[in-house]
């Protein structure tokens, strides 16, 4: 039997993990098909595809209705249903976490409230109350990579949370982040406790680069370099893992236990319909990394995807494309602040859009 084109992936030392979560994925047994058949090996979960899952199915109906009974707040309502879920999710991909060593695979990510990227007291607390309560090795609390991240990030990892830094999209932030990765194991070392068993992920934001930039290329003369600039960031991104977790200062933690933090290609759905709707994905594939990847581009992947080797093809390219950029006058650094900015608005809208919707059916349980 020909090998499933997904599960190739895997071949190559690149992890796929699932950008989607709901209950009847769950229900159906066909998350554990996607872990069976295509290799399947963790799942991320942000507050859009929470929205989406509560709001477009009556599955979460009764929980709602019963948990209105009570005194909870609109958010922790909301995080008492994801935490279930979350839970759940997780004892599902327990196998896969204990087959492999710490730091690799089997987990799970639930994310803090979007509305707390600006604020590091309060993502500390929140990451720390959901760490207690989802009390599973096998997930991830999500914390966004704004600058205000970066020391709960730190903090974080120093009480043993597992991490995974979302809403990465510049190099100089992405660098900033396995500072503060490898500061929170020297600070927890420090205080002679274990790092052996914490794992993290940077989760870089791909297609979203692209459709901001695109537009601007054929005005500066830079139209051959459509489509391009996400994959040169991600090449250039993975030059710095690499110089990261090689240095001497990382290797004294790593022979104590402590594992990399590994890149996560993000936002890898092909938005331009000109694209490939696999584009990212055999970009992107890579020793040593995750792509968390939506069911629609799971399922593309699967029928006509190719796997292989490519995320060092083509170095000398990724360095002059951002080399041209810079000479053309489009500063970088401002735009993926801008898209910083901009995805904290967009986790931001259905997360209140969800608040809102909990309310609706709290007032309709209660009437």
């Not at 989802?134 to 730190?154: C, F, S, W």
Request: with cysteine; charged share 25%; hydrophobic share 40%.
């Amino acid at each position: 039997m020909e090998t499933n084109n997904v599960k190739q992936i895997h071949d190559f030392d690149q992890s796929i993990w699932l950008d989607f979560i709901d209950r009847k994925i769950m229900n159906t047994g066909e998350l554990q098909k996607l872990i069976d058949e295509d290799g399947v090996r963790g799942i991320t979960s942000n507050p859009a595809i929470f929205e989406k899952a509560i709001s477009s199915s009556s599955d979460y109906d009764a929980d709602i209705a019963q948990l209105a009974q009570g005194n909870l707040s609109n958010e922790d309502l909301f995080y008492t249903l994801a935490v279930s879920d979350i839970k759940r999710a997780a004892d599902i991909f327990r196998p896969t976490y204990d087959e492999e060593v710490v730091g690799a695979d089997g987990y799970v990510s639930l994310e803090v409230s979007p509305f707390l990227a600006r604020d590091t007291e309060g993502t500390i607390a929140q990451a720390l109350k959901l760490w207690k309560t989802v009390e599973r090795d096998n997930v991830m609390i999500k914390i966004p990579g704004t600058a205000e991240g970066l020391p709960a990030i730190q903090h974080c990892i120093s009480e043993g949370l597992n991490i995974n830094v979302t809403l990465l999209f510049s190099l100089e932030r992405y660098e900033a982040v396995t500072n503060a990765y490898i500061t929170g194991l020297e600070m927890r070392d420090q205080a002679g406790l274990p790092i052996n068993k914490i794992a993290s992920v940077a989760s870089f934001f791909l297609s979203r680069i692209d459709t901001l930039i695109d537009p601007m290329l054929p005005e500066k003369g830079l139209a051959d370099l459509k489509g391009e600039v996400a994959i040169a960031s991600a090449k250039k991104a993975y030059e710095i893992y690499k110089r990261v977790f090689n240095s001497d200062r990382f290797l004294k933690l790593a022979a104590k236990g402590a594992t990399p933090q590994r890149l996560l290609w993000a936002s890898t759905g092909s938005k331009d319909p000109s694209f490939s709707d696999v584009k990212y994905l055999e970009a992107l594939i890579g020793p040593k990394t995750v792509n968390t990847v939506p069911m629609d581009a799971l399922v593309a992947f699967r029928d006509h995807g190719v796997a292989a080797n490519r995320l060092e093809d083509d170095l000398d390219k990724a360095t002059q494309t951002l080399q041209r950029l810079a000479d053309a006058g489009i500063d970088l650094a401002a735009l993926t602040q801008q898209l910083e900015d901009e995805g904290i608005e967009k986790f931001n809208a259905p997360y209140q859009k969800l608040l809102d919707a909990i309310e609706t059916q709290r007032t309709k349980a209660l009437a």
